[in-house]
């Protein structure tokens, strides 16, 4: 029997080559600098799709939490006290040409205190008229 242990450091924004193409795969580190400040997104892709649970920060900070699978991406952004703010999902769709991302469902919004404040209601991204306030 024979065992093999590798501790040394994990690789980072790595890329697999498919059809001539390369696509991102593996742990990845994202960066992107805006007026608020310095976004840092960490999570995985899976030739050249995001995977699992990313995580979003601004400034060392939480800000957003998604989760992907298959066409489906659950999304939590957090208010800077870290109770969630925004509550949803969103929905993919792939084609040869494009892909395309839209919200679906109900998408809740909170106070800075964890309350329900509305929903707001979207089909295949488009809001629908009803939005329920909750006082």
Same mark, same amino acid.
């Given at each position: 029997?024979?065992?093999?242990?590798?501790?040394?450091?994990?690789?980072?924004?790595?890329?697999?080559?498919?059809?001539?193409?390369?696509?991102?795969?593996?742990?990845?580190?994202?960066?992107?600098?805006?007026?608020?400040?310095?976004?840092?997104?960490?999570?995985?892709?899976?030739?050249?799709?995001?995977?699992?649970? #990313? %995580?979003? /920060?601004? +400034?060392?900070?939480? !800000?957003?939490?998604?989760?992907?699978?298959?066409? =489906?991406? *659950?999304?939590?952004?957090?208010?800077?006290?870290?109770?969630?703010?925004?509550?949803?999902?969103?929905?993919?769709?792939?084609?040869?040409?494009?892909?395309? #991302? %839209?919200? /679906?469902? +109900?998408?809740?919004? !909170?106070?800075?205190?964890?309350?329900?404040?509305? =929903?707001? *209601?979207?089909?295949?991204?488009?809001?629908?008229?009803?939005?329920?306030?909750?006082?």
């Amino acid at each position: 029997m024979v065992s093999v242990v590798s501790c040394g450091p994990a690789r980072i924004n790595q890329y697999v080559k498919e059809d001539k193409i390369q696509k991102r795969n593996g742990k990845w580190i994202e960066t992107n600098s805006t007026e608020q400040g310095d976004f840092v997104s960490k999570g995985k892709y899976r030739k050249g799709n995001k995977v699992g649970v #990313w %995580f979003t /920060s601004i +400034d060392n900070t939480n !800000y957003q939490k998604d989760v992907y699978r298959k066409d =489906i991406i *659950k999304t939590r952004i957090f208010h800077p006290n870290g109770k969630t703010k925004i509550k949803g999902q969103s929905t993919t769709e792939v084609t040869d040409d494009f892909i395309h #991302w %839209f919200y /679906s469902g +109900d998408w809740k919004h !909170y106070n800075e205190k964890g309350k329900l404040i509305y =929903i707001k *209601k979207y089909n295949r991204g488009k809001p629908l008229d009803s939005i329920s306030y909750h006082y």
